[in-house]
Structure formats: structure tokens, C-alpha cells
């Protein structure tokens, strides 16, 4: 997220994003008690530590807080958390959505780290 001020651009965001493609699982926790679950699979365009942008079909809306998984290419255990919907953007199947990640264990947070590198 950059804001524009003259001709200067002043980078906002707390943590270095890189384009990674990894394959991006999530799952709608929903707000009540219910065995409904909602669930699908996306392709992340960048990750940071901070989060993820997925390419895929947003299964909530902008809020909405998603259980997480994915693995990365330096360690073969999955990384699983959860993440807050920031934004939602696109039309019909070329939608792409914004992820924060709400918390990290401590490996994850080097992990990601590590190929932000």
C-alpha cells in the first residue's frame, strides 16, 4: 500500500512482501455455533510475514476471519493460522483477496522471514 505525496511514494506496509506462488487452503470460521463449514483453495500472488494476497474465490467478506494452510518450499511442515479478510477485489472467477495474519507461531514468523529474504 503506497501513499502519493508529490512525487514521492511512501511505502505503508510493516513487512517486505515477495511474489511467491504457493497453494493457499482456507476455511470460513463461522460466528456461530454451526457444523456448516465453507471451504475452498486459492494460489497466493505475494506473502510476508504480515500476510497474503490469494488469487481464488473468497469464501466471506471483508472482516470475516479465515482458518489458514499452506506450506513453503523451505520446510515440509505446513504453516496454519488465521487470518482476517482486509479486502476483496475482481469479477466473477478473477477475484483476488487480502489476508492479515492474526497470529504466528514462532517458526512460521522465521520461516516467512527467511524467503522474504
Known amino acids: 500500500m503506497r501513499e502519493t505525496r ?3 511514494f511512501i511505502e505503508r506496509r510493516k513487512f517486505k512482501r515477495v511474489e511467491k506462488k504457493y497453494t493457499i487452503r482456507y476455511k470460513l470460521m463461522p460466528k456461530e455455533n454451526t457444523l456448516d463449514t465453507i471451504k475452498d483453495e486459492g494460489w497466493s500472488r505475494d506473502i510476508s510475514v504480515g500476510g497474503v494476497r490469494v488469487e481464488g474465490s473468497p469464501v466471506g467478506s ?3 476471519v479465515l ?3 499452506f506450506s513453503i518450499d523451505t520446510r515440509p511442515a505446513p504453516i496454519v493460522t488465521f487470518a482476517e479478510i482486509k479486502w476483496i477485489r ?3 472467477e478473477n477475484k483476488e483477496f487480502g489476508l492479515e ?3 504466528l507461531k514462532t517458526q512460521d514468523k522465521d520461516a516467512l522471514e527467511q524467503i522474504s529474504e
Do not use: I, S, W
Request: hydrophobic fraction near 40%; charge should be negative; aromatic fraction near 6%.
Open 6 to 8: 508529490g512525487d514521492m
Open 67 to 69: 482458518r489458514v494452510e
Open 62 to 64: 471483508v472482516g470475516d
Open 101 to 103: 495474519f492474526l497470529a
Open 90 to 92: 475482481g469479477d466473477g
